[in-house]
């Protein structure tokens, strides 16, 4: 089993920053790919940023420019870096990762969620 745990979300004023981190644990031989996701009210998820194994990355037109993913891939880590957040950004930030487990079959997990909220 393989469990990914967000952190780092909450209030934060229009133009300030926040940084999310994600951090797998379990059953983990390989993580292809990690990356956030985001669901505001009303809206479809959509993907915020991704990077895999080989560091490209793939951004959201909405984010670029202003965020920044990274990740240690010894600790099965990813962080987001939001700068310029703007009030289009409060959603809740999955993390997301297509895992490959110990027995080499490849399955992709979901974290809980993290509420980021940007308001004055």
């Known amino acids: 089993q393989v469990q990914l745990v967000e952190s780092g979300g909450g209030l934060v004023q229009p133009g300030g920053s926040l940084r999310l981190s994600c951090a797998a644990s379990?059953?983990?031989?390989?993580?292809?790919?990690m990356g956030w996701y985001r669901r505001a009210p009303g809206k479809e998820r959509e993907l915020v940023a991704g990077?895999?194994?080989?560091?490209?990355?793939n951004y959201a037109d909405s984010v670029k420019d202003r965020f920044t993913i990274s990740r240690d891939s010894a600790e099965n880590t990813v962080y987001l870096q939001m700068n310029s957040l703007k009030p289009e950004d409060t959603a809740v930030y999955y993390c997301?990762?297509?895992?490959?487990?110990?027995?080499?079959?490849?399955?992709?997990?979901w974290g809980q969620g993290t509420q980021v909220t940007v308001s004055s």
């Open positions: 990077v895999n194994s080989g560091g490209t990355t």
């Open positions: 997301n990762a297509l895992v490959v487990i110990t027995s080499r079959y490849e399955f992709e997990y």
């Open positions: 379990g059953s983990i031989r390989r993580i292809n790919v």
